[in-house]
């Protein structure tokens, strides 16, 4: 992981293409980069203005989690 997480980021699950929920049609999902480590990430149409709107990045469940364990 080249940066850490900050308090002003976005915590998304990791994008899977065969899960129903992230097809984006369906919900009108974004696929985003996570700013830590580069894994693609689901974003909601909410989450996706409110970082627009705010200038946050988004950031994986999973470094989210190793963030919170250090």
Do not use: T
Request: hydrophobic fraction near 30%.
């Amino acid at each position: 992981m080249s940066e850490e997480a900050s308090p002003g980021d976005i915590v998304c699950p990791q994008w899977n293409e065969q899960d129903r929920r992230f097809r984006a049609r369906h919900y009108g999902a974004y696929v985003r980069k996570c700013r830590v480590c580069g894994s693609e990430v689901a974003v909601s149409r909410g989450k996706k203005k409110l970082a627009d709107a705010e200038g946050l990045q988004f950031i994986c469940e999973q470094c989210e989690l190793i963030e919170r364990a250090r």
